[in-house]
């Protein structure tokens, strides 16, 4: 199984309201990663958790807060949000010790703020 | 990490060959050479990776010449279905993998 999911496909919220992006891999892997992704642009890292330790972050603003309960599942937590936040959301996920940029990406979450 | 410059578009018609060049002149001994490919909406697709020489799999050869300072990507025979951005990334995970992608090469297949 290479399967990474993301729930849900589509999300729309306003800029005071609190939501919860959800990622979960079933392939043993101790690295996950949530990218964020503006239209006709390259996925941006965000952050990336190494067995279920914050590893990185890239200067992300405090109203995403990222959570690794387990191995297998990764949330992405949205407060505050602002309208150029809006984006396609992915998460990935990797082996730690691999040898070159193997990631398993999820199909993304459409996040549009009002 | 080593910087990648590839180019921004490409065309091609169905059922030729496409090959995609990434020039990587500052790669590091330990990195590995890593396509990705993206359609629309979707999250990117791992395709193959290369360290030197060539690499085959049932979807693309990746071809490293003996200087590793460029690299290219071969598609046979191409579909509409192959129209798609694609992604070079250079670098070595040594851990977890802080990886930044470059602007891509949007290819269009043209009927």
């Known amino acids: 199984d290479t399967e990474v999911t993301q729930t849900p496909k589509h999300l729309v919220m306003g800029m005071t309201n609190k939501k919860s992006l959800k990622c979960e891999q079933h392939?043993?892997?101790?690295?996950m990663y949530w990218y964020k992704q503006k239209a006709k642009k390259p996925p941006e890292l965000m952050f990336v958790?190494?067995?279920?330790?914050?590893?990185i972050n890239e200067s992300v603003p405090s109203r995403f807060s990222p959570e690794c309960p387990n191995s297998s599942l990764l949330n992405l937590h949205l407060h505050a949000l602002q309208p150029e936040d809006s984006a396609l959301y992915l998460c990935?996920?990797?082996?730690?010790?691999?040898?070159?940029?193997?990631?398993?990406f999820g199909p993304g979450t459409r996040l549009t703020v009002t | 990490l080593a910087k990648t410059t590839q180019p921004i578009s490409m065309d091609s018609y169905e059922g030729q060959e496409v090959n995609i060049t990434c020039s990587h002149n500052?790669?590091?001994?330990?990195?590995?050479i890593t396509w990705y490919q993206q359609f629309p909406s979707q999250g990117p697709r791992f395709i193959i990776q290369g360290y030197k020489t060539k690499v085959t799999n049932e979807v693309a050869s990746l071809f490293i010449p003996a200087d590793r300072k460029s690299s290219t990507l071969s598609l046979p025979r191409v579909s509409l279905s192959d129209t798609a951005v694609y992604y070079c990334l250079v670098g070595w995970s040594g851990g977890y993998q802080k990886v930044t992608f470059g602007t891509g090469t949007k290819l269009q297949v043209i009927p």
């Open positions: 392939m043993g892997h101790r690295a």
């Open positions: 500052n790669i590091a001994t330990n990195d590995y």
């Open positions: 958790y190494s067995y279920e330790k914050l590893s």
């Open positions: 990935a996920s990797s082996q730690v010790q691999g040898q070159g940029y193997e990631q398993y």
